[in-house]
């Protein structure tokens, strides 16, 4: 894969740690909000593997140790700033240079407050806006976003939407998170109608499947 999607969040002594979820219920076995634990009592828990109760489990880690993993490795890595107006940005910002990756980073928001002080902690950090109604595109356009993530709903209902935000030297980066066919052969074929609507990237859950439609 060429990018991977890493969500941001902070405990309540300003660690930042990767976990999709506001509350570690879903995914550990523990219980309660990230942002009302401290990193040590996060550390006490342990992450429910995907692979069954034999699977090797895990503790949830921070973006340091992600950033030191991926180091290595030739992927982007997109930081979705889940906990806008509480994550420190320019922690973020900070340990992305610290592991040498500042080049390999696409900083997500999805407020203007985030773009704006994103830009002014390093205006040549690559942005995008997670906008939640097609409505605020033009705002984030002028904010000085680089990217606009759309819905891969959007695009069906709109299949020149792309071509716009590109006309306006924006790149446009696709996700397949909303309204997606759980059988495989409907799925293949809606990230085959979304690659042909020329948008820059796409973000999937099914890479394998993404990829065969490039075969």
């Known amino acids: 894969v060429d990018i991977i999607e890493l969500d941001l969040r902070s405990t309540s002594d300003d660690a930042i740690v990767v976990l999709h979820d506001r509350t ?28 069954g109760k034999d699977a090797a489990r895990d503790h949830v880690p921070t973006l340091v140790e992600v950033l030191e993993l991926s180091r290595p490795h030739k992927a982007k890595l997109l930081l979705d700033i889940k906990d ?31 773009l704006k002080a994103v830009k002014a902690i390093d205006p040549d950090v690559t942005t995008l806006a997670f906008v939640s109604a097609q409505s605020e595109i033009d705002a984030f356009i002028a904010g000085g976003v680089d990217i606009v993530r759309l819905w891969s709903d959007w695009i069906v209902a709109d299949p020149a939407a792309p071509a716009r935000i590109q006309g306006k030297g924006r790149k446009v980066w696709a996700l397949m998170g909303r309204m997606v066919p759980g059988e495989s052969e409907a799925l293949r074929a809606l990230h ?3 690659r042909c609507a020329s948008v820059d990237a ?10 065969q439609t490039r075969q």
């Open 192 to 194: 085959e109608r979304i």
């Open 84 to 114: 806008g107006g509480r994550l420190d940005l320019a922690t973020v910002i900070r340990e992305a240079r610290d592991n040498h990756l500042p080049d390999r980073i696409v900083v997500g928001v999805r407020r203007l407050a985030d």
């Open 24 to 51: 570690v219920d879903r995914t550990t076995d523990g219980t309660g909000r990230v942002s009302g634990l401290n990193l040590a009592a996060l550390r006490r828990l342990t992450v429910e593997p995907e692979g």
């Open 202 to 211: 796409i973000i999937t859950d099914t890479p394998q499947i993404l990829l």
